[in-house]
């Protein structure tokens, strides 16, 4: 299980995340939403390791991660929002340095490279720089990657950008299989239509604060709301929609 124990994030003094508490279990697909400037992004970077709280813990099996980022960091797979990559190289280039990092055993490295190429259909380009790839593709290649060495956490930060319809509908199923399979999987996202589709479980993030953590079920019950879009609007978003749209409209007609 993953948790996150009362951790914050200060700068300056100024909280960015404020006091987030929540666990994410295995067999679970917990989505993790937020409006732009939440904290979210600071929160998944804290769970991975890349930067640390100022207060609170995150744990892993009951074992804060710090004790040894090294082994957390083995057994987690990470998709970042951003993605970052040495774009010189080809597709399998970039795979393999992935796999050596991770000091995987070569045959198997290998199998599962060219098996991932194959299934995301990347197999005819392996040998073409990712500086030609499309963003899809480099999305593909980042999923690729975090998925190599069979991980038991799989951190999810916007996955499906870029991808086509055909590679959403693959990696949507692909998400609920590694629940299924014991993995525990966090999702952030801001397509509300999939998170609603697949999560079990969500938590809501507001100006650094968690104002939901529950399953959607129970949310809709308590909220007397459809759907996870008016859940989201009602304790995320402080705009009213209508009247912007309204705004904008009459600017641009006058």
């Given amino acids: 299980m993953l948790e996150l124990r009362n951790v914050s994030k200060r700068y300056s003094g100024i909280p960015v995340v404020d006091n987030v508490h929540f666990q994410a279990r295995p067999g679970e697909i917990t989505g993790y939403l937020g409006p732009n ?7 998944m970077k804290i769970i991975t390791g890349l930067i640390e709280p100022s207060s609170g813990e995150v744990l892993f099996n009951g074992q804060p991660i710090r004790h040894d980022l090294m082994a957390y960091r083995r057994s987690m797979g990470y998709v970042p929002e951003e993605p970052h990559l040495y774009t010189h190289l080809s597709g399998i280039e970039y795979l393999v340095m992935v796999a050596q990092l991770r000091d995987m ?23 073409v720089p990712m500086s ?17 060495h069979n991980p038991d956490v799989v951190l999810l930060d916007e996955p499906f950008s870029g991808l086509d319809v055909g590679s959403s509908l693959i990696l949507r ?4 299989e590694l629940a299924r399979r014991g993995k525990v999987v966090l999702f952030s996202s801001h397509e509300l239509e999939t998170v609603e ?3 079990s ?3 809501i993030l507001h100006r650094g604060k968690v104002v939901a953590d529950d399953s959607i079920e129970h949310l809709r019950t308590l909220m007397e709301l459809p ?9 995320a978003i402080e705009h009213d929609f209508a ?12």
Avoid: N, P
């Fill in 37 to 43: 400037g939440s904290g979210k992004s600071t929160t």
């Fill in 105 to 127: 055993d070569r045959s198997t490295a290998s199998a599962r490279i060219y098996g991932l190429l194959r299934l995301f259909g990347l197999y005819d380009d392996r040998d």
């Fill in 132 to 148: 030609s790839y499309s963003k899809g593709m480099r999305q593909k290649i980042l999923l690729s990657a975090a998925l190599l």
């Fill in 173 to 176: 199923s692909l998400i609920e």
């Fill in 197 to 199: 589709r697949i999560c």
């Fill in 201 to 203: 479980h969500i938590v």
């Fill in 227 to 235: 759907t996870l879009e008016d859940i989201f609007s009602q304790l």
């Fill in 243 to 254: 009247a912007i749209s309204r705004e904008i409209a009459d600017l641009i007609h006058a």
